[in-house]
């Protein structure tokens, strides 16, 4: 149990960087308990909401690549031909 509190203290304390919000939770619950969590509210649905914007974008990106599957397969084995012809062309000389 006590290797368990450990870890979780550690785990908090890592996933709470001091950051700019943070700093204004901080100084919001300074002011009073009622303002500091106000302010802690509001900080947690920004993080919120940039969250779902952020997985949002990244379900579109992969629609948009899996889409294309194709284009980007023929583009990374061109990249990859050419890279090789570079290399025979152009070797590496060791000194």
Known sequence: ???FLKG???????AAPIGPLSLV???ASLKGNKQGFATALGVALADG??????ALGVQF?????D?????FFMAGGLLLAFIGLRAVIYPI???
């Not at 979780?8 to 890592?14: K, L, R, S």
């Not at 909401?49 to 952020?54: D, H, K, N, T």
């Not at 990106?61 to 690549?65: D, E, G, M, R």
């Open 67 to 71: 889409e294309r599957r194709e284009y």
């Open 61 to 65: 990106v992969h629609t948009l690549i």
């Open 49 to 54: 909401f940039y969250a779902c914007i952020a």
């Open 93 to 95: 000389e060791l000194e």
């Open 25 to 27: 939770c901080i100084r």
């Open 1 to 3: 149990m006590i290797t």
């Open 8 to 14: 979780f203290t550690v785990g908090v304390a890592m």
